[in-house]
Nanobody, 124 residues
Framework: QVQLVESGGGLVQAGGSLRLSCAAS????????MGWFRQASGKEREFVAG?????YYADSVKGRFTISRDNAVNTVYLQMNSLKPEDTAVYYC????????????????????WGQGTQVAVSS
């Protein structure tokens, strides 16, 4: 398993932007599918975005969020634009080895390693 550490959360006004980062340990980062999930207070943890070689997104964030990765520095990013109050949540980074039969996983159970989370709050 890889160790994951998120950063970049904070408080922002509606319409603003934030960029989250997730630094991973290990020397095989490029062989992992990376994902971002979020959990709002009182709600289930939900998929936001993932990337094996190209990004894929939940419908709720498509067109506003962009996931990217830099394998040279073992980091995955989530650029969040046009933020809405409903984007308020703790955001978690997750990882799993790339599965060529399922390279765009979206279920929480699909991912094996998790970070501690970073809080994002969007005010109206």
């Amino acid at each position: 398993q890889v160790q994951l550490v998120e950063s970049g959360g904070g408080l922002v006004q509606a319409g603003g932007s934030l960029r989250l980062s997730c630094a991973a340990s290990g020397r095989t980062f490029s062989s992992y599918t990376m994902g971002w999930f979020r959990q709002a207070s009182g709600k289930e943890r939900e998929f936001v975005a993932g990337i094996s070689w190209s990004g894929y997104y939940a419908d709720s964030v498509k067109g506003r969020f962009t996931i990217s990765r830099d394998n040279a520095v073992n980091t995955v990013y989530l650029q969040m634009n046009s933020l809405k109050p409903e984007d308020t949540a703790v955001y978690y980074c997750a990882a799993r080895p790339i599965d060529f039969t399922n390279y765009d996983p979206r279920r929480r159970a699909d991912f094996l390693s998790w970070g501690q989370g970073t809080q994002v709050a969007v005010s109206s």
